[in-house]
C-alpha cells in the first residue's frame, strides 16, 4: 500500500473554496476583456474616419462623429508644383515649326502644376495637371500614366487624370512620337521628354503628399483688351442668329477654381482663359512660360510671400482653353515693311506675302507684350479668387475614353450621317499664322492646290486617295499624313477625350485647339447633358491641349473658309460634330450614372523608342580661351547702376545641354545682395526670376560664352550686389562633366545718381 495523503473536512472546505475564488476571478478578467475589445470595436465603427491616402504623411483627417464638423462635406485637396525646364540649347523651340527657332538661354523656368480634389472619404479623386509647355503629346501622356500606376497602382490612371500644356511657344520641342511633330522637333529626345515627364509626375507626388481637407470654389469674370480674334473673316462664316448670342468674337471669361484648406490657408488657384501663349514671337531663343507662365509667376509671387519663384507652396496655374483663334498681339496684323494693316482674308501684304504681315503687341517689344497681357490675366484671376463664393461640394466624377478620330460616324440629323477624315493638313497649313507666317508660296484660304507642290507631294508621299480627298474638300491636301506609308504614322489616330467634374464644375479635356465658337458649342452641348432642366448653375470650362495633340478644330463654317485653323483642322470638316457627340456621350454617362458602362476603346499605341531617331548635334568638348577659366568673366558688370537699369556680366561658359540633368529645380545663375548686418551675400534673384535673363552664345569650336542680364526693378534696395553664374564643363580626355561657375566683380545699387549728403558736407570746398 502506498502513503496515500488524506484530507480533513476542513482542508477540503478550504480547497473547494480556493477553486472558487480562482474561477471567479479568472471569469471577471475574462470578462472585462471582452467587454474592452467590444467597446473598441465599438468605437472604431461609429467613428466615420476615412481612410487617408496611400501615403499621405499630413492628411488633415475629418474630425470624429462626437465633434461638430461644419464642412462634412469638405473634399480632400492637394497642389503640387515641380519645375520641367530641360535642354535650354541646340534644340527647337515647339510651337511655331521653326526648325531654326533653337533654344539659346533662359528667361524663365517651366513648371507643371498639379491639383487633386477626392471626394471626402478620399476613394474617388481626379488629378488635373497644366504644365508650361506646347502642349501635352501622346507619348509624355503615356509615359506619365505608366510613371503613376507604378507609383500609385490603379489610383491615378489615364480616365481620372487630365494633362494640359498652357502652349508656350518657348519650350523645347522633342517629345512626341507621331513623325509629322518630330519633323521640326529634330527627332524626338529623351532629355526633353524627361524633363516634362518627371516633373509631372513630381508635381503630382506633391499635390499627392500634401492632400488634405479643405474646400473649392469657383468664380467667373470678364477680361477685355488681352487677345483678338486672329481669323475674324472665318468666324464670320458662322450663322448669324448664332453669332449674335455673343457680344464678342472671342471669349473674354476667365475662369477661375480656387482651393483653400479648412484652416483657411490658401492652397492653390486653377485659372482658364482663352489666349495662345504666343507674346513671345518666333525671333525669340530664350526658354519661356510665356504670357501665362507669367502670370502664374506674378500669382504664386503674391501668394508665396518672400519666396524665390518656383518656392512657396501655393500652387497657381493658368491653363490653356479654346484658343484656337485668339492671339494676345492686340495691336492685329500689320505689314513689317510698310507699317499698313493687312486685316485682309489672306492675310498677306503687297511685299513678302504672309510672311511679313504680323500681328505684335500690346507692348513695344516681346517682354512688355509678355508682361503686360500676364499682368492683365493676372489682376483679373486674383480678383475673381477674392471674390469667389460659389462651393464646389462633395462630388468628383469622370469619364474617359480612347476614340479612332480618323472613323468616327457623326450622325448629323435624322437622315444623314457623316463621317471624320484619315488625317491631313491642308494647303494653308503652310501659310502660318499672324503670330509666326509660314512659307511665302502659300496664303490662308487656300481652296485649291498647286500643281508644282501636288507633284512634289505626290512624288514624295504619294497620291492621297479619291476617299480622302473628298472627305477633306474644301480643303486643298498639302500632307496627306493619315494616307504615308512607315513604321510610325505621321498623325494620331487614336485620341483621348475626358471629362472631369468637381461638384457643379466640369473640364473638358480637349486633345488640341478649339476655336472661340467650337468651344461655345462643345461647352453648350455639355451643359445640356449634365443638365438637361438648366437648375444646376454648372460652369463648363474648356482644357486646351491636352492628353494628345491633333492641331486645330474649327467649326464646319469656319472649315470652309479654309484659314490656317481649318487647313490644320486634321479630321477634317465634321471634326468638331464628332466631338460634340463624343463629349456629349461622356457628360450623359456622368449624369446619368453609367461611366462604367462606356466602351474604353482602343488603346493608343505605345511605339519602341529605337523607331524614333534624334537628329541632334553632337556636344563638343567646351574649349575655354587662352588665360581663361569656365566662368571666368569676359565682359564685367559696371561699378554703379540704377534701378530700370541693365546690368549685365559675359563667362566663359559650357554647352547647358552638359547641365540638363543636373539644374533641375536648380539655377544657371544667382544675383547675390550683399547684407552688412550678417556679412553674408543673400540670393535674391535666381534664373526662374522675371528680371533675370541667360543668353548662351554658342561660339565655335567649344569655346561658348554665357551673358547674365539682370533687369534692376524699381524695387531693388540700395547696396552691393554681385551676380553668379553656373554650369557645366564637357571634357574629352578623360570624358567627364564638371561644374563650374562664376562671378561678376561686386557692384553698387543707388535710388538715384545723386551723391549722399555727407559726402557733397565733406566735400563742400569743391562746390564752391
Ligand atoms: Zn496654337
Known sequence: MGNRKTFSSLEVALIVLTVLLFCTSIGFITMLFILENTLREDSSTTTTLPPPPPSSSQTTLKPSATTTDA?????????????????????????????????????????????????????????????????????????????????????????????????????????????????????????????????????????????????????????????????????????????????????????????????????????????????????????????????????????????????????????????????????????????????????????????????????????????????????????????????????????????????????????????????????????GTIDGPGLINFTHGMTEGDPFWDALRDALLGVPSNETTKCHQPKPILLNTGEINGSIPWHPTIIDVQIITIGSLAILAVPGEFTTMSGRRLREAVKKELDPSDTKNIDVVIAGLSNVYTHYITTFEEYQAQRYEAASTIYGPHTLSAYLQLFRGLAKAIAEDTVAELPKGPEPPFFNESQLPGFFPNIFPDIAPTNKTFGSVLVDVQPLYLPGEVASVTFVAGNPRNSVTYMSNDTYLKVEKYEDVTAVWHTVYIDASWETRYYWDKGTGGQSNATIEWHIPSSAAPGIYRIRHFGHRKRLFPSTINPYEGSSSEFEIRRSIRLPCHYLYNNAALYI
Request: hydrophobic letters at 35%; one cysteine or more; a neutral charge.
Open 71 to 431: 464642412y462634412p462635406h469638405a473634399y480632400l485637396i492637394g497642389a503640387g508644383r515641380a519645375d520641367c525646364t530641360g535642354l535650354l540649347a541646340d534644340i527647337p523651340l515647339m510651337g511655331y515649326a521653326s526648325g531654326d527657332q533653337l533654344a539659346a538661354g533662359l528667361h524663365t523656368r517651366q513648371y507643371s502644376r498639379a491639383f487633386i480634389v477626392a471626394e471626402p472619404d478620399g476613394s474617388k479623386r481626379v488629378v488635373f495637371v497644366s504644365a508650361d509647355i506646347g502642349m501635352v503629346s501622346q507619348r509624355v501622356r503615356l509615359e506619365v500614366i505608366k510613371k503613376l500606376k507604378s507609383k500609385y497602382g490603379d489610383l491615378y490612371r489615364q480616365d481620372n487624370v487630365i494633362l494640359s500644356g498652357t502652349h508656350t511657344h518657348s519650350g523645347p520641342a522633342g517629345y512626341f512620337q507621331y513623325t509629322i511633330f518630330r519633323l521640326t522637333s529634330q527627332g524626338f529626345s529623351r532629355e526633353a521628354t524627361d524633363a516634362i515627364v518627371n516633373g509631372i509626375v513630381k508635381s503630382i507626388d506633391i499635390a499627392h503628399a500634401g492632400m488634405r481637407r479643405g474646400r473649392v470654389f469657383v468664380n467667373r469674370g470678364i477680361l477685355d483688351k488681352s487677345h483678338i480674334n486672329r481669323s475674324p473673316t472665318s468666324y464670320l462664316r458662322n450663322p448669324e442668329s448664332e453669332r449674335a448670342r455673343y457680344p464678342f468674337d472671342t471669349d473674354k471669361d476667365v475662369m477661375i477654381m480656387k482651393m483653400v484648406d479648412m484652416n483657411g490657408v490658401d492652397v492653390g488657384l486653377v485659372s482658364w482663359f482663352a489666349v495662345h501663349a504666343v507674346s513671345m514671337p518666333n525671333t525669340n531663343h530664350l526658354i519661356s512660360s510665356d504670357n501665362l507662365g507669367y502670370a502664374s509667376y506674378l500669382f504664386e509671387q503674391a501668394k508665396n510671400e518672400g519666396s524665390l519663384p518656383g518656392e512657396g507652396s501655393f500652387v497657381a496655374a493658368f491653363a490653356s482653353s479654346n484658343l484656337g483663334d485668339v492671339t494676345p498681339n492686340t495691336k492685329g496684323p500689320h505689314c513689317t515693311n510698310t507699317g499698313l494693316p493687312c486685316a485682309n482674308p489672306t492675310s498677306t501684304c503687297p511685299e513678302g506675302g504672309v510672311t511679313t504681315c504680323i500681328s505684335t503687341g500690346p507692348g513695344e517689344n516681346m517682354f512688355e507684350s509678355t508682361r503686360i497681357i500676364g499682368e492683365q490675366i493676372f489682376e483679373k484671376a486674383m480678383e475673381l479668387y477674392n471674390s469667389s463664393a460659389k462651393e464646389m461640394l462633395e462630388t468628383v466624377n469622370f469619364a474617359h475614353q480612347w476614340v479612332d478620330m480618323s472613323n468616327v460616324t457623326v450622325k448629323l440629323n435624322d437622315t444623314h450621317n457623316a463621317t471624320t477624315c484619315k488625317p491631313a493638313l491642308g494647303y494653308s497649313f503652310a501659310a
